[in-house]
């Protein structure tokens, strides 16, 4: 079934090749789908991972080619094993808590942050064809990925309070406000594409858009607004540039997570690329088609996934570009671009997409 979910779909694989074995081996069958739903969990933690090393060089290495520099090159032919040796060292760096801490919300912070962005993943539809249909294919996959999306602001929050800084902790509000205002655009921007899909299920959102690049959402003139709004909304949701005020330098000492070192400050850098990842991932399965190929029935059989990963490492590049051109906004641009721009914008949207949907 088109659209299952990466997980569903590992998950069923994986039972059915090991219940050939239950019968031989008198392995009981709940035993035998634990094991699957650990193995799976694994391996797309895996796959994360190395998505986000990649997305850390090729980021440098965009950064170096816009700012006319080289970008790594010590470690490994073009430094391609710089940022593996980057991650190494933050796994054996000692970790260093501030005397006053509150070192349980110090801790959690980190953890809290970085499982939110994982969450969103679960709901990722994929195209796959020979696997029945996963409960992780629901039809309220939007409004799961929105919820948690909002939990990792927790997750900053306790890490600005608990490190009893008054730079992480202002960081950390920044972050908090600047979440609440860009949600509420992003929301309606969302629900455009669920109006006209007639479904909040990210699968069925992705097969309302088979049949070619004609049929994609950002094809259809109303949803430009829309799709320019989640681009914009995404990008200050994951406090990219010009929107990273949370984790400003200049202003903050790097805000939030100033106060860390080690593994927990590398579960905040993991999570940003992990993050920016499920934007792209999301925003092409919302305007660009999803996992459809853009050739329609003329495709030469090019499984859906690759689609799907091109799409998102587009948008992926294209965030990239625009954090290595543009400055960072000051506060009050920020706040007044959110709520006096983006949330009109996307109300009009909303009329507008109605408004064409029902002389459709």
Not at 83 to 102: F, G, H, N, Q
Not at 219 to 245: G, K, S
Not at 257 to 272: I, Q, R, V
Not at 311 to 316: D, F
Request: charged fraction near 10%; glycine fraction near 10%.
């Amino acid at each position: 079934m088109n659209g299952q979910s990466l997980l569903g779909y590992l998950a069923d694989s994986l039972r059915g090749w090991a219940l050939g074995f239950t019968g031989a081996w008198g392995i009981p069958p709940i035993v035998v789908g634990m094991v699957g739903w650990i193995v799976t969990c694994v391996a797309v933690l895996t796959l994360i991972l190395l998505s986000a090393l990649v997305g850390i060089y090729l980021e440098r290495k965009i950064a170096g080619y816009i700012q006319s520099r080289l970008g790594p090159m010590v470690v490994g032919p073009k430094g391609i094993f710089q940022t593996a040796m980057d991650a190494l060292k933050l796994l054996t760096k000692e970790d260093i808590v501030p005397v006053d801490a509150d070192r349980i919300l110090h801790t959690l912070g980190p953890v809290i942050f970085f499982m939110a962005g994982l969450m969103v993943f679960i709901v990722i539809p994929w195209d796959f064809d020979t696997i029945p249909a996963s409960a992780l294919d629901t039809n309220i996959g939007l409004l799961y990925l929105v919820a948690v999306s909002s939990l990792g602001v927790i997750g900053l929050v306790m890490a600005g309070w608990g490190s009893n800084n008054k730079w992480s902790l202002l960081g950390a509000l920044r972050s908090a406000a600047q979440s609440i205002s860009y949600e509420i655009p992003m929301l309606l921007s969302i629900l455009c594409v669920v109006m006209c899909a007639g479904s909040m299920s990210l699968a069925e959102i992705s097969r309302a858009q088979a049949g070619g690049v004609g049929h994609w959402y950002i094809a259809q003139w109303y949803l430009w607004v829309p799709a320019i709004i989640y681009l914009v909304t995404a990008t200050a949701e994951v406090n990219r540039t010009p929107f990273d005020l949370p984790d400003a330098e200049s202003e903050l000492v790097a805000g939030y997570h100033t106060e860390y070192s080690g593994m927990k400050f590398a579960l905040f850098f993991l999570a940003e690329y992990m993050n920016v990842l499920a934007v792209g991932l999301v925003g092409a399965t919302l305007f660009l088609g999803g996992y459809n190929s853009p050739l329609g029935p003329a495709d030469p059989g090019i499984p859906g996934v690759i689609w799907l990963l091109i799409k998102a490492w587009a948008i992926i590049c294209f965030l990239m570009w625009v954090r290595w051109t543009l400055p960072r906004l000051r506060i009050d641009q920020l706040m007044a671009f959110g709520w006096k721009l983006l949330i009109p914008a996307g109300f009009v949207s909303i009329f507008v997409t109605a408004g064409m949907i029902l002389v459709r």
